[in-house]
């Protein structure tokens, strides 16, 4: 069963820039995609951006579309979310979790949580404005 453990949040000022990751262990996620989710205070979580596993394939809302980049190490079973150009409502815990299920609008938007596994802790991003 995968699970995956989350670093590299912190505390920074808009603007700035944040390298987040999603380490997978227990088994590697092969045929899966996998997707960044982040859940701002007293708000549900919501999906954020996708990337399958075997290929290039990326989906991101609307929100952070130009600042959010999205990218894997398939030797390190590691997906990485690089953050620009910070904004306040950036602000949350951001977790990781895979499906076998291909990355693309659905999977961000549309796939119940019970259909996504290894959810890790989170790693939290604070935005000071």
């Known amino acids: 069963e995968v699970q995956f453990v989350e670093s590299g949040g912190g505390v920074v000022q808009a603007g700035g820039s944040l390298t987040l990751s999603c380490t997978a262990s227990g088994s590697t996620f092969d045929d899966y995609g996998i997707g960044w989710f982040r859940q701002a205070p007293g708000k549900e979580r919501e999906g954020v951006s996708c990337?399958?596993?075997?290929?290039?394939?990326?989906y991101f809302v609307e929100s952070v579309k130009g600042r959010f980049t999205v990218s894997r190490d398939s030797a390190k079973n590691t997906v990485y979310l690089q953050i620009n150009s910070l904004k306040p409502e950036d602000t949350g815990v951001y977790s990781c979790?895979?499906?076998?299920?291909?990355?693309?609008?659905?999977?961000?938007?549309?796939?119940?949580?019970?259909?996504?596994?290894?959810w890790g802790q989170g790693t939290l991003v604070t935005v000071s404005s």
């Open positions: 990337i399958n596993s075997f290929d290039n394939v990326t």
């Open positions: 979790a895979a499906a076998r299920v291909l990355c693309g609008r659905s999977f961000v938007h549309d796939l119940p949580e019970n259909r996504l596994r290894g």
